[in-house]
């Protein structure tokens, strides 16, 4: 069965210092990785997605996310952090086949100035 | 840009009323979903909807939960007989329908549902 983890719950940077969130997951084929960032009150945005082809993938707001087959890894990095960056952050899996997605729980980011 | 939109943001039910949570997805999309998020836990699946029916559904979509497509832009989740335990935030997504791979889903604002 699919999953995902996220192993930081809360991750506090300064503003300014770059950031690197940590996913790992577990599926037996060929997974198609999402990050998606939650402002509060918000909806859930689409950050990044990796399908297939480079392994580092480059999104929106500055975010990038590199795949490591061998680590089961997609971690997202951000060279510098934003005050605006604070949100809570979700790594998502899908299958090759079908559309139902397994996310990690979470990693809350807060930015202090 | 186009985008998924909800209504209402917050719903407010008494235990065992009906609730029906709605959802226009992106005009070109054709693949619908449900998700959920309780407090404080992960986001789960629900529920997809393709070609006007159920493509796949969790162990979590029982048989209180229905999905329909009323018509050509609204997509609609009901409770019929809301819990104490439906109490989330209900998350509709869409996405083109490619043809393999996993598309691409777009999120709703989401609707926070409380069951009292």
């Known amino acids: 069965a699919q999953s995902v983890t996220q192993p930081d719950i809360h991750i506090t940077v300064s503003e300014g210092a770059s950031l690197e969130l940590r996913c790992n997951y577990s599926y037996g084929a060929t997974p198609y990785l999402f990050w998606y960032v939650q402002s509060p009150g918000q909806g859930l945005q689409l950050l990044l997605k990796?399908?297939?082809?480079?392994?580092l993938v480059q999104g929106i707001k500055g975010f990038e996310a590199e795949f490591k087959r061998s680590q089961s890894s997609f971690n997202l990095r951000k060279p510098s952090v934003h005050w605006s960056d604070a949100a809570e952050y979700f790594c998502?899996?899908?299958?090759?086949?079908?559309?139902?997605?397994?996310f990690g729980a979470g990693t809350i980011l807060r930015v202090k100035s | 840009e186009p985008e998924v939109t909800q209504t209402p943001s917050h719903q407010v039910t008494q235990m065992g009323q009906e609730v029906i949570l709605r959802c226009v997805p992106i005009s070109n999309h054709l693949y619908f979903y449900w998700y959920r998020q309780i407090l404080g836990q992960k986001v789960e699946f629900l529920v997809s909807?393709?070609?006007?029916?159920?493509?796949?559904k969790s162990e979590i979509f029982d048989d209180q939960f229905s999905v329909e497509r009323p018509d050509g832009s609204n997509f609609t989740l009901k409770i019929r007989s809301t819990k104490l335990e439906d109490s989330a935030m209900y998350f509709c997504a869409s996405s083109e329908a490619l043809m393999q791979g996993t598309d691409t889903q777009y999120f709703g604002p989401g609707t926070r549902l409380t069951v009292l």
């Open positions: 990796y399908f297939s082809g480079d392994t």
């Open positions: 909807f393709y070609n006007n029916e159920i493509s796949e």
């Open positions: 998502a899996v899908g299958p090759e086949y079908g559309n139902k997605l397994v």
